[in-house]
């Protein structure tokens, strides 16, 4: 089988390739899929901020969204006026990279001002994140201070000062784990992560623009959204509105391995730029004890782990550059070698015993608690190990699917696009944005 999660069609065996989705938009319908997320979550589609609700998988032109859980402890996440504050106003201001009306942070006197999120609940001792998303007020030094401390044993992890004009960082408190990620229109996610201090269960307190140096009157920043999250990298919002914190669930998407033998694995992800472990796709037998899985690790390159009846081996395939976030691999099982390709290079061999059993492939994570937290693309199965040049060209191919071989169809993109609004159809009579696969024999005429 084979999907496209960015053009959202798929087509199972030899049968013509078809929607990804029924016409409500929200059902997935391919042969032995499986998704699983229990709780609700957002995510950007198009530029917008958008829920999904529990059980749909979050699909954008960038892939399949896939994250590890995490735990919002913020309860006023866009609600900003009802944070704790000393010395400051709030007023309507202008909309976000993502739709959404910020809000801004006026001091009201010249003295120590205030604006604070505290984080209660559930701390993990793996990692903890609180980022911003914040624009210049009336001055490229206002409003400008971040910091995160710890509550529960008093400890100050991470105080920073931000340039909005220059995107510097400058530490008052620790030496590193924040980050300035310049948006459009002047925004910019401000995240912040200790590399030490935090035990499991401990609560935390971020300062957010104003953390009570004296500010002079009048001085301002907009602002649109808070978080702090029990994970090690930022993720996609988790808006809270009420005052109560949110566990986002993490996604479980599988597959069945159309048989238990040889397989070829094509798979196509985008990553997040993080440091860590991000699997891309993982076969197993639905145990710990045997799989095979392809991954970028700590380092950036892309490693493939085996564990045959609960002996683990890891493998280098290729090495990343700085800032590569796409990657597409093409894995071909056999039972006495395993061949992989990395974004079309030369397939590595590798003489080693399949693990057996194997049944199922995971999407964006593993049973070794490894999770993708980016996009799936695309992803290509075959009921049979593939050649070296296959596997090659399979790595190297811009879609799984071989044009050539392709009937010509096309289909609507369900929920994409309306010319007379500029958002997804909202009736029969929207018109929708079709996709044509294929060679077409004659010239097209598109007004």
């Not at 080693?352 to 992803?379: C, K, T, W, Y």
Request: hydrophobic letters at 40%; one cysteine or more.
């Amino acid at each position: 089988f084979e999907l496209d999660f960015t053009e959202q069609y798929y087509r199972n065996g030899l049968e013509p390739y078809d929607n990804l989705r029924e016409p409500d938009n929200l059902t997935p319908i391919v042969p032995g899929f499986s998704f699983v997320r229990s709780s609700p979550a957002w995510h950007f589609v198009n530029g917008i901020r958008a829920q999904t609700a529990a059980n749909l998988m979050r699909i954008s032109d960038a892939g399949l969204l896939i994250e590890r859980q995490a735990f919002q402890s913020a309860g006023y996440s866009t609600d900003v006026e009802n944070l704790p504050s000393t010395n400051i106003t709030f007023s309507d201001a202008s909309l976000d990279p993502y739709g959404v009306l910020s809000t801004r942070v006026t001091a009201t006197a010249s003295a120590a001002t205030t604006l604070q999120v505290n984080g209660t609940g559930t701390s993990s001792g793996v990692g903890d994140t609180a980022w911003f998303l914040v624009k210049k007020g009336n001055g490229a030094t206002t409003g400008n201070r971040f910091a995160l401390n710890n509550l529960t044993s008093g400890q100050p992890l991470l105080n920073v000062s931000f340039n909005y004009d220059t995107g510097q960082i400058t530490y008052n408190v620790g030496t590193k784990g924040a980050r300035a990620v310049p948006l459009s229109n002047g925004w910019w996610r401000i995240e912040l992560t200790p590399p030490s201090g935090i035990s499991a269960n401990d609560g935390l307190r971020a300062f957010v623009g104003f953390a009570g140096l004296a500010a002079a009157a009048g001085d301002n920043f907009l602002l649109s959204h808070v978080q702090i999250e029990s994970t090690g990298n930022a993720t996609s919002p988790i808006v809270t509105t009420n005052g109560a914190a949110f566990d986002r669930k993490a996604e479980v998407v599988s597959f069945d391995l159309p048989a238990s033998g040889d397989f070829t694995l094509v798979a196509e992800a985008q990553f997040r730029d993080r440091v860590g472990r991000q699997v891309v796709a993982s076969v197993d037998d639905g145990t710990v004890l045997n799989r095979l899985t392809v991954l970028r690790d700590a380092t950036g390159a892309i490693v493939l782990e085996l564990v045959d009846n609960g002996n683990a081996s890891s493998f280098t395939i290729a090495a990343r550059k700085a800032g590569e976030r796409r990657c597409r691999i093409a894995m071909a099982a056999h039972e006495g070698s395993v061949r992989v390709s990395v974004d079309g290079a030369p397939a590595a061999g590798l003489v080693l015993a399949r693990p057996s059993g194997l049944d199922r492939i995971m999407l964006g994570q593993d049973f070794n608690g490894g999770h993708l937290d980016g996009e799936v693309r695309r992803i290509l199965v075959l009921d049979s190990a593939a050649t070296d040049a296959d596997v090659q060209k399979y790595a190297t191919l811009q879609q799984p699917r071989a044009l050539a071989d392709a009937p010509l169809h096309a289909h609507p993109l369900q929920g994409r696009f309306n010319p007379n609004t500029s958002n997804t159809p909202t009736g029969p009579t929207g018109r929708q944005a079709v996709v044509v696969y294929g060679e077409l024999p004659c010239s097209l005429l598109i007004a």
